[in-house]
């Protein structure tokens, strides 16, 4: 048996110490490799992947502009949109990444490389 909790009850007069429920055991590792192995790494990547045409759209309106104050305004929008948007996933990577250490959640390192 796993122990889960931080201190087991003893009793007055009595020489057994309570602990916690039998078989009680957190899904770490199951809930881990089910999460992090294929969603995690696909959304990242698909998110990257959107990330990049983003930018490939900013840059030709950029460049298709032709002076025209209209479309360069939609140009820099999207560009802005699309930095914002890879801090969104950057800072959710890095998300993912604390709550795997702190809840223990195994796997989620190497669904990265």
Known sequence: MKSVFAQSLTLPGGEEAISGP???EFAGEGLGQLVSQPVIKYVFAAAG???LLMLIRAGFSFLTSAGDTKKLEQGKQQLTFALVGFLVIFGAYWIVQILGKIFGIGGIE???Q
């Open 22 to 24: 039998e078989g009680f």
């Open 110 to 112: 190497q669904s990265f």
């Open 49 to 51: 992947i959107g990330l």
